[in-house]
């Protein structure tokens, strides 16, 4: 089994089970090292890419740059407002990262897992494989695997590092024989159950011009609870930190002592305090760049704290992901010294630029150089790189008769005109999707209440369309996406009935009672009646009896939703959160086991508020 292949003027050796399972050299590896104590290492670093090759749109493609006052209240100045607008798209970040390795003639680029899985269409349709080849075109040298690298079973993510086909399958290997990645995929703290034996390699070593640094890689320890039992049966996954701690004295026989530790688990930032043109002070949401020695802190309840907080004071930097935030704050370690930890948020919106001060003399990273770290839009006005457009173009062709492919079928046009309460017969449908999306449950919990909101709804189902040649009232999957065509992923998280009464009245009050009403479309088995100035007491009920205020509710919504989007701010008091598949996965595995579809008079929301 072949872990890393040959690349640049860098070496790597790549070990699982604490075994020796492939060396790898390039030529200018053996060179000296550059005359002087120290040499500059740059590292560029991501996260939660999620196969997102062509630029996320909607909230996928947005991220905070700033706030301003309107009409005396502090809103979010967001990448909408660039020319051209938004973030993402892997031509784009292929491009940054070249651009940002220009000067830096030592340089590494790594991810803290999610690379797969939770993809769009383009990626997802062909098993991962375009994704996988376009990090290989854009250099990554080492990834951690993530919780979504499971998606499809281990033994698929082994064959994402291996490369091979798919046998029967006419989606894999689709254009050409898959070759796998040219980076070693990490997974130190997932073994076979009851063995020493990892599944991946446990670390990887760079040799950059014998200046050696050591990169373990893993999972948050909890990837079984959230991950399909079939995917992970009979792997034992091991804690985080006891799992990179055992690595130290390991990489340091080796004589490796600058250790960097990816870690798909992470934290949220905590809203700021902004101070307006008027000096007053604001609550805002932190920007893309939040940076801890700016005043940004991370949530007390981040799961990444007492990792970073357990980690031996060996290891010299955090990579993290999972919660698709962006960050960069230090944690101390264990003997009290700061110790970076970062994350790029999600889909390829941002990498974090960190430059490192290696000491030939301590042959380690100088800790304090690590706290230089910036996080980096990836705007879309610098040139696509040609390699990636060249995936793009050849894995778009071939998906055309999937676009085409019929994956249900309807009676009636199913619209999203409302009732007097703003209710859709396609909000019903899609919101009923979303509850019963399998990819949402977790710990055995399913969601019993989904939030839709209507403007993520952008075309109506008509009975008539025929785009394919298809009969009438046959849905194609171009036409399901198009009804939901931002690539949003689906959130379940626990919600009280408290909250759920704030966000229904939140629909008519605050900017949405400025801007217009905005009905949140909802599941079945969820009803209540409304007023002009939110639900009237009592009448919240799910499957006939009253929502309890005090007590707690598994409930499902896009992410957009989910951060407080469309002013719904009661979402982000939402607790256990975790993220599943694509809105638009979810809705065409859904709507075949509704067809023949026959839309009703929407009946859950009562009321004209």
């Keep these: 089994m072949s872990f890393a292949r040959p690349r640049r003027l860098i070496g790597v050796i790549a070990v699982g089970a604490c075994a020796l399972a492939g060396v790898a050299a390039t030529s200018g590896t053996s060179e000296a090292a550059p005359n002087g104590p120290t040499m500059n290492i740059q590292l560029l670093s991501f996260n939660d890419f999620h196969g997102n090759l062509e630029p996320p749109s909607g909230s996928s493609g947005r991220l905070?740059?700033?706030?301003?006052l309107v009409n005396g209240k502090a809103v979010d100045v967001t990448t909408d407002s660039l020319v051209p607008p938004g973030v993402g798209g892997v031509e784009y970040l292929s491009t940054h990262l070249a651009q940002a390795r220009e000067g830096h003639p030592y340089s590494l680029t790594v991810a803290a897992g999610d690379l797969i899985g939770a993809s769009p269409l383009l990626s997802a349709a062909f098993h991962d494989e375009p994704t996988i080849e376009a990090m290989n075109a854009l250099k990554l040298d080492v990834s951690a695997v993530g919780n979504h690298e499971f998606d499809e079973g281990y033994k698929e993510l082994q064959r994402m590092e291996n490369g091979g086909c798919i046998p029967g399958d006419p989606t894999s290997?689709?254009?050409?024989?898959?070759?796998?990645?040219?980076?070693?995929?990490?997974?130190?703290n997932v073994k076979y159950a009851g063995t020493d034996q990892t599944i991946l390699p446990a670390y990887t070593v760079k040799n950059i011009k014998g200046a050696k640094i050591g990169f373990i890689g893993m999972t948050l320890k909890d990837t079984p609870t959230i991950v399909t039992a079939a995917g992970v049966a009979g792997l034992q996954f091991t804690d985080e930190v006891k799992t990179a701690n055992a690595l130290v004295p390991v990489l340091r026989k080796q004589g490796v002592n600058a250790i960097v530790v990816?870690?798909?688990?992470?934290?949220?930032?905590?809203?700021?305090?902004?101070?307006?043109?008027?000096?007053?002070?604001?609550?805002?949401?932190?920007?893309?760049?939040?940076?801890c020695a700016d005043g940004a802190q991370l949530d007390p309840t981040s799961p990444i704290i007492p990792i970073a907080k357990g980690l031996d004071p060996a290891i010299d930097m955090i990579v993290s992901g999972h919660t698709h935030q962006p960050y960069v704050c230090d944690i101390k370690d264990p003997a009290g010294q700061d110790r970076m930890v970062t994350s790029a948020s999600s889909f390829g919106r941002l990498f974090t630029d960190t430059e490192l001060t290696y000491d030939r003399r301590t042959q380690d990273i100088t800790r304090t150089s690590v706290m230089s770290a910036k996080n980096m839009l990836v705007t879309r006005n610098v040139p696509k790189d040609p390699a990636q457009t060249s995936i793009i173009t050849q894995y778009k062709k071939a998906i055309a008769p999937i676009?085409?492919?019929?994956?249900?079928?309807?009676?009636?046009?199913?619209?999203?005109?409302?009732?007097?309460?703003?209710?859709?017969?396609?909000?019903?449908?899609?919101?009923?999707?979303?509850?019963?999306?399998?990819?949402?449950?977790?710990?055995n919990q399913k969601p019993v209440i989904a939030f839709m909101n209507p403007g993520g709804l952008r075309a109506d189902l008509t009975y008539a369309a025929s785009s394919w040649g298809e009969a009438p009232g046959d849905v194609t999957y171009e036409e399901a996406f198009t009804v939901q065509p931002f690539n949003n992923y689906l959130v379940s998280m626990d919600l009280k009935g408290s909250d759920i009464y704030a966000l229904l009245t939140q629909q008519v009050t605050g900017n949405n009672a400025a801007t217009g009403k905005k009905t949140l479309q909802v599941s079945a088995g969820f009803t209540y009646s409304m007023t002009s100035t939110g639900p009237v007491d009592g009448s919240v009920k799910l499957g006939g009896v009253a929502i309890d205020k005090n007590a707690t509710y598994r409930i499902a919504a896009n992410n957009f939703l989910s951060d407080g989007g469309d002013n719904f701010a009661a979402f982000k008091n939402g607790t256990n959160k975790y993220f599943g598949g694509l809105d638009i996965v979810g809705f065409v595995k859904y709507l075949p086991t509704v067809s023949p579809y026959d839309p009703v008079a929407p009946t859950r929301i009562a009321g004209n508020n």
């Design 64 to 68: 905070v740059t700033g706030h301003q």
């Design 173 to 188: 290997c689709a254009l050409h024989t898959f070759q796998g990645a040219d980076f070693p995929y990490l997974a130190a």
């Design 262 to 291: 990816l870690v798909h688990q992470g934290g949220t930032p905590g809203q700021q305090t902004w101070f307006g043109p008027d000096n007053k002070p604001y609550t805002v949401n932190p920007s893309y760049d939040a940076a």
């Design 403 to 443: 676009a085409g492919q019929v994956i249900g079928h309807i009676n009636a046009d199913v619209t999203r005109a409302g009732n007097p309460a703003g209710e859709s017969a396609l909000g019903d449908l899609v919101a009923d999707a979303q509850v019963n999306d399998p990819s949402l449950v977790t710990n």
